[in-house]
């Protein structure tokens, strides 16, 4: 099974900062027949079921605001929210899926400074 | 308009059975990789099972031998049959869609989840 770990486990921005969320992958979620990482980023509000932002490491999802970025190859992944908003406090997942079981990372809880 | 709508959950005892449905409209279960994704009480997400279109199954290792996902044509549902019931297995659990490509993408639509209690 492919393990993802995320860093921080949580962490505090200030608004209009930037927010840096790492995660890492346990092998290559880089498929080399066509060189895509399949790897995903997810947004989770309470009570609301989670929300795609990004795929494929660094697309994002239609109707996502282009303050959400996300970076990373092979092993190694990161989101980047710019600009932080008092709407981007959530819980960030990332999930691989190169293989079953479709994994995700622990989580990380963004909160506003 | 995309759509999931799951429903089934409720309390259980341990050691008991509960089946999950989920109701899809705006597209074709068969045709899409489906998923179910769970999320115990404060806890992370952990998938739980996927149908790939061409009909062949995976599980977790938490929920194999005790878990059975399947779908229903005329009414294009997927449903997952929960035996053996756990405390453990105490969650809200989601369908979720991983598209209709040669392999399963990200989980691009979500429902709103269906909590079950494994309790005495």
């Known amino acids: 099974d492919i393990v993802m770990t995320q860093s921080p486990d949580s962490l505090a921005v200030s608004l209009g900062e930037r927010a840096t969320i790492n995660c890492k992958s346990s092998?290559?979620?880089?498929?080399?027949?066509?060189?895509?990482?399949?790897l995903a980023w997810y947004q989770q509000k309470p009570g609301q079921p989670p929300k795609v932002l990004i795929y494929?490491?660094?697309t994002r999802e239609s109707g996502v605001p282009d303050r959400f970025s996300g970076s990373g190859s092979a092993t190694d992944f990161t989101l980047t929210i710019s600009n932080l908003q008092a709407e981007d406090v959530a819980v960030y997942y990332c999930?691989?899926?190169?293989?079953?079981?479709?994994?995700f990372g622990q989580g990380t809880k963004l909160e506003i400074k | 308009e995309v759509q999931l709508v799951e429903s089934g959950g409720g309390l259980v005892q341990p050691g008991g059975s509960l089946t999950l449905s989920c109701a899809a409209s705006?597209?074709?279960?068969?045709?899409?990789?489906m998923s179910w994704v769970r999320q115990a009480p404060g806890k992370g997400l952990e998938w739980v099972s996927v149908?790939?279109?061409?009909?062949?199954?995976k599980y977790a290792g938490s929920v194999k031998g005790r878990f059975i996902i399947s779908r229903d044509t005329s009414k294009n549902t997927l449903s997952l049959q929960m035996n053996s019931l756990r405390a453990d297995d105490t969650a809200v659990y989601y369908c979720?869609?991983?598209?209709?490509?040669?392999?399963?993408?990200?989980?691009?639509?979500w429902g709103q989840g269906t909590l079950v209690s494994v309790s005495s």
């Open positions: 979720a869609r991983q598209g209709n490509g040669d392999y399963p993408n990200w989980f691009d639509a």
């Open positions: 705006g597209f074709t279960v068969t045709s899409n990789y």
């Open positions: 149908l790939y279109s061409g009909g062949s199954t």
């Open positions: 092998q290559s979620v880089l498929y080399s027949s066509n060189n895509k990482n399949y």
């Open positions: 494929w490491a660094s």
């Open positions: 999930q691989q899926y190169y293989s079953a079981p479709y994994t």
